[in-house]
């Protein structure tokens, strides 16, 4: 007979050290793939396709964390208990012995920091009945170093006779994932099963082997989707990758143009750009010219504001456009939309991607990337990695404004960005450090403008007073 089930537990204390530096100031549970965190997609799967409210959580590393995220539940259509686990290395079994008391049922249990994508869990309770003591969810898969990361399992007459453990060696392409159904036997089995001679702590594997052998009655359900279990950084580098590149092509594309008196070009940015992009929005900050009129007819949106400057400009255009990605250019024809397609592909592995004007062999004769420019931007970048070492990142360029990121991240940067000027070039950048997200720096091709002349480094002066303000926003970052 099938059985309802009405409570869950999601384990989600653990340290995550696999996973530093993105979890050195964060638990796990709370990293983001695609804008949601992957303890938020754990129980909208329990509240959506298993209809359960009632979700237990053990919060332990940096469990504060978690629990002002998600609060008592209500804005997520549940009711949120937390058990905190004091000291998180007693190991995933030993933290489940935390909730014995509140599970005197049948129960649902889904890792905290696993992934499940398309998957089919609303009919996990098909297979699960009064005869069954745990029900452990696998994946057929062709990945065996997957298995080897997980555990194993070995059937007999469509039941489970055995799992192990990060096996040595692999059997069948059955791949042990972190959702269960457990009766309250499991309690019992986890206080029988010794310390694992490979870890030194009680496995939960170990525990549910222990109940395979006696009584014959763990079974498996079958997972259809995909599957990701987030242990290192590369699991969650590529787990942002898959996910991001499945709904790609649906993603809308805004491009924002900050433009001041830029009539002899603008026209032509809009133009190259138009066709390639869902939105072009041209943020005219009051110019005393034609630009305006010309970028409207050449087919872009315009938003005329009496702005401070140019960091201001491109904040304001940044709040305003409609896409899932937003990309910043120049108004002058330095950069060209032949390069987007280079942002946009790595875009699918970061959180923003940045422009760099430093690859000789992409700078056309007659800009201003000429070598003190040039050496300079370098030099700065540089120091930006060495003050930022610990989130290893790599520029070689901090004043360029080709870049393009996702709207979650510009929105969860947001607060952090205060520059009015072209000190807010630098200061995207850090932010994106700040918050814990993955920035790539590619080349790109960058031409001589087209009429008049830069607002930030037409001259030595106007050079030394851009990189006066960058200076003071990247020690200001890094020391305030």
Sequence with gaps: MTIQITQALIPAAGRGLRAYPKTKYLPKPLLEIDGKTLLQRNIEILRDELFIKDITIIVGYEGEQIIRRFGSGESFGVTLRYLKCDDPEIGLARGILLAESLFQKPFITVLGDELYHRG???????????????????????????????????????????????????????????????????????????????????ELIDAINLLAQAAKNVRPFHLTGQYFNINTVDDYNFTQYKIRAERFANCKVSVVIPAYNEEASIGFVVEDFKDHVDEVLVVNNSSHDKTAQVAATAGARVETAKLIGYGDTIRYGLDRAIGDILVVVEADHSFKSRDLSKLLEYLKDADMVIGTRTTRELVEQGTNMRGPVRWGNVLVAKGVEALWWGQQPRFTDVGCTYRALWRETYQSIRPLLKGVGPELSPEMMIAVLQVNKRIIEVPVSYHKRLGGESKHSANYFKISQTALRMLQTILRQRFQ
């Excluded at 069948?172 to 206080?191: D, M, S």
């Design 120 to 202: 089919n869990h609303h009919e996990l309770l098909k297979v699960f009945d009064d005869s069954v003591q745990a029900l452990c969810a696998i994946l057929t898969t062709n990945d065996l170093h997957q298995i080897k990361k997980n555990y194993s399992v070995q059937m007999n007459d469509g039941c489970i006779s055995a799992l192990v453990e990060k096996p040595q060696k692999i059997e069948n392409h059955w791949l042990g994932c972190g959702t269960f159904v457990f009766t309250p036997e499991i309690f019992t089995a986890i206080r029988n099963t010794p310390a694992s001679p490979r870890s030194g702590r009680i």
